[in-house]
């Protein structure tokens, strides 16, 4: 059965994905929030962190840059406890956005 909900998540995030790709936006967030929703209740970490990445993306391209890094930052953590690939990448974008916003206040 977790094999089950393991290929819906992917499938709802892979919908979301869609969604967000071509700019509906609020739709691609209520597919990734079932997706998060499903792979944390089954305890699949890394689809957290990458729906979590993918809803960071959908944040940022609407403007919201603070729920944006706020759920980057979310997949960062797992990203990294999980000591995946990804989490570089998405290190360095959020510390990229960090220094821009300093170099903004200045």
Do not use: C
Request: hydrophobic share 35%; net charge negative.
């Amino acid at each position: 059965e977790i094999a089950n909900h393991y290929q819906e998540g992917m499938a709802l995030r892979g919908i979301g994905s869609s969604h967000h790709h071509t700019n509906r936006h609020e739709v691609a967030l209520a597919f990734y929030e079932k997706s998060l929703d499903l792979a944390h209740r089954i305890g699949d970490v890394y689809e957290e962190a990458r729906t979590l990445d993918e809803m960071g993306a959908a944040f940022a391209r609407t403007g919201e840059t603070k729920q944006a890094d706020e759920y980057w930052r979310r997949a960062l953590d797992l990203y990294e406890r999980l000591g995946v690939a990804e989490a570089g990448p998405l290190r360095a974008r959020l510390d990229g956005r960090e220094a821009l916003a300093r170099s903004h206040q200045q």
